[in-house]
């Protein structure tokens, strides 16, 4: 069964923090991982995926994939007020995501000014 | 460039009635996806289509109905609405070559009551 976990929070941090998000997910067969943002109100945007295992870096923030954990992780450097929002784990239903996406039920993080 | 189109944005209805919750995307993507939002949970999917004509059930389809006469419009037709249909609803769109690269709309909030 493809299930995505994640700690609801909320997680609250002051400005300029370092954040740590995690999610763990049961199926060895995912191939990429996806981070989504939701703001209030809005649909969530895409932040950033990566393939396979490792580190991957997009300005402050940085996805980390451990697949023999089945553990998934984004870091948020220099954390801002903007950055408070709802962050969805993603994984794909198949290979291409074609079918359809697979979403954790999100952590809702709150940057305090 | 609009990118994905949702109205109404709000609705109430009453046990019973049905209702056509409409999505246009603008962007010439096959795919395209209707998604339901509940407190506390993550998406499911309930239809997606990978290109007119094409349409398939996802996760949680009961009650619910699409049709996909065009590239552009995906429309979600309730019929006889209950208060378990009560939700945010979301319209997706994707290109086939694109990882994990949803456009989502900004969502309609329904309230059957």
């Known amino acids: 069964q493809k299930e995505v976990e994640q700690d609801p929070g909320p997680l609250s941090v002051p400005e300029g923090a370092i954040v740590s998000l995690n999610c763990t997910y049961s199926?060895?067969?995912?191939?990429?991982f996806m981070w989504y943002r939701q703001y209030s109100r809005k649909g969530p945007e895409l932040l950033m995926y990566t393939y396979s295992s490792g580190n991957k870096e997009d300005g402050r923030f940085t996805a980390q994939v451990d697949k023999s954990s089945k553990y998934i992780s984004l870091f948020i450097r220099d954390s801002q007020p903007s950055d408070s929002a709802t962050y969805l784990c993603?994984?794909?239903?198949?290979?291409?995501?074609?079918?359809?996406?697979?979403f954790g039920k999100g952590t809702h993080l709150i940057i305090q000014p | 460039n609009a990118g994905v189109t949702q109205t109404p944005k709000f609705r109430i209805l009453k046990i019973g009635q049905s209702m056509t919750l409409q999505c246009t995307q603008d962007?010439?993507?096959?795919?395209m996806y209707w998604y339901r939002q509940d407190p506390g949970m993550g998406l499911k999917l309930i239809y997606y289509?990978?290109?007119?004509?094409?349409?398939d059930k996802g996760e949680v389809p009961n009650g619910y109905n699409v049709s996909r006469s065009t590239t552009e419009d995906f429309p979600l037709r309730l019929e006889l609405a209950a208060p378990s249909q009560t939700s945010v609803y979301f319209c997706?769109?994707?290109?086939?070559?694109?990882?994990?690269?949803?456009?989502f709309g900004s969502g309609t909030r329904l309230t059957v009551v």
């Open positions: 962007m010439n993507h096959n795919y």
């Open positions: 993603v994984l794909p239903e198949s290979g291409g995501g074609a079918d359809g996406l697979t």
């Open positions: 997706a769109s994707t290109d086939a070559g694109t990882v994990g690269g949803y456009t």
């Open positions: 289509s990978v290109g007119a004509g094409i349409t």
């Open positions: 199926n060895s067969a995912f191939q990429y």
